[in-house]
């Protein structure tokens, strides 16, 4: 039997760069900006739609972690990338600019939903876009977007697929067999786990033996970073470097984004197992949309010019909230499509 070799013989892994905080103009920040406010007006109205029950099934809303969405999307190619999640997606959908009027329209089961009303809140698809859901089945999404990575590679497309999870499906074991075939294959993808504290209700510190996520990856020699997951320009920094390590060749990578959700993990949960001292530290201290207005005003954007754009916002979400509402439901024979993959 051969003996083992001393770790001195290994071969030396290589590991990306520390990523730097992107440095926007005014005009990409002012982007960045209006897409995490679209995303946080576009929440807080579905919030209001599912307590006036216009809303069915589960809702999970991404208040709070909005950075991450359009921190990462932001760098990323519409229709060339692909993106997957799990069931709180509305926010991803929206920072790959996808019409909030359609998503709204999903969200209450009408016929010009994204998916002609037969998703729902977690179920949402964009082909189009490249956009694929939208999973209710707690880590699915990564072992399918190992899968779709692998097609990116098959078809020499050039493109990556990001893939998002959470804490809590980071302990899945579908994730580790993902973690296995996508560094053997060498696959153009991002893992990013979006750690906002919490696996449904129980905190990582009483779930993970391991908390720090972005390690996860290393007994599959998959490098990884740890990012502020609440400021957008963190986010769009550590993605740069996560997209060119991937688009080189140089396999999966995972970023860990440190966030947090103001709500709780869906519309039916009253969220006791934290405090409100905890919840108001971090809308006071740590909120995105905040610290981007800050970085604004250091360029020079007036007061007013924000307060113009969360009026701009609010128009957009109401329009789309009543656009929903006076939707269609589908026909009763829309059961019977969309079931099998047929020739159409």
């Not at 071969?11 to 730097?20: A, G, I, L, Q, V």
């Not at 991404?62 to 997606?89: F, H, N, P």
């Not at 067999?177 to 990582?204: D, H």
Request: glycine content about 12%; some cysteine.
């Amino acid at each position: 039997m051969q003996a083992a070799a001393p770790a001195s013989a290994l071969p030396n892994r290589e590991r990306p760069p520390e990523p730097k905080r992107f440095e926007p103009s005014k005009e990409q920040l002012l982007d960045f900006y209006k897409q995490m406010l679209l995303i946080r007006r576009f929440e807080e109205r579905a919030g209001q739609l599912y307590g006036l029950g216009l809303i069915g099934g589960f809702c999970h809303l991404y208040i709070g972690q909005e950075a991450v969405a359009v921190g990462l999307q932001s760098a990323m190619t519409v229709g060339k990338d692909s993106v997957i999640t799990g069931y709180r997606d509305h926010g991803h959908m929206l920072a790959y600019g996808i019409d909030p009027k359609v998503i709204m329209a999903e969200l209450t089961g009408r016929q010009a939903g994204i998916s002609k009303g037969k998703g729902g809140s977690m179920h949402m698809f964009s082909v189009e876009h490249g956009f694929y859901g939208g999973h209710g089945i707690v880590g699915a999404q990564v072992s399918l977007g190992t899968g779709l990575a692998f097609k990116h590679q098959y078809s020499a497309d050039g493109g990556v697929c990001l893939s998002y999870f959470g804490d809590g499906a980071a302990n899945q074991g579908q994730v580790y067999e993902s973690f296995n075939m996508a560094e053997l294959w060498k696959l153009p993808l991002i893992y990013a786990i979006e750690n906002n504290g919490y696996a449904m209700g129980t905190s990582v510190q009483r779930s993970a033996s391991e908390d720090q996520f972005y390690r996860r990856g290393e007994s599959f020699r998959i490098p990884g970073i740890q990012v502020d997951g609440m400021d957008v320009l963190a986010v769009r920094g550590a993605a740069e470097t996560a997209l060119e390590w991937t688009r080189s060749g140089k396999g999966p990578i995972i970023l860990e984004l440190k966030t947090y959700r103001y709500r709780g993990h869906s519309m039916s949960d009253p969220a006791k197992y934290r405090t409100r001292e905890e919840v108001q530290d971090y809308r006071e201290n740590h909120d995105p949309i905040d610290r981007a207005a800050k970085d604004l005003a250091a360029l020079g954007v007036a007061e007013d010019e924000l307060k113009a754009i969360d009026k701009e916002i609010k128009d957009i979400v109401v329009q789309a909230a009543k656009f929903a509402e006076d939707a269609p439901e589908p026909e009763a024979a829309e059961l019977f499509t969309d079931v099998l993959v047929e020739s159409y």
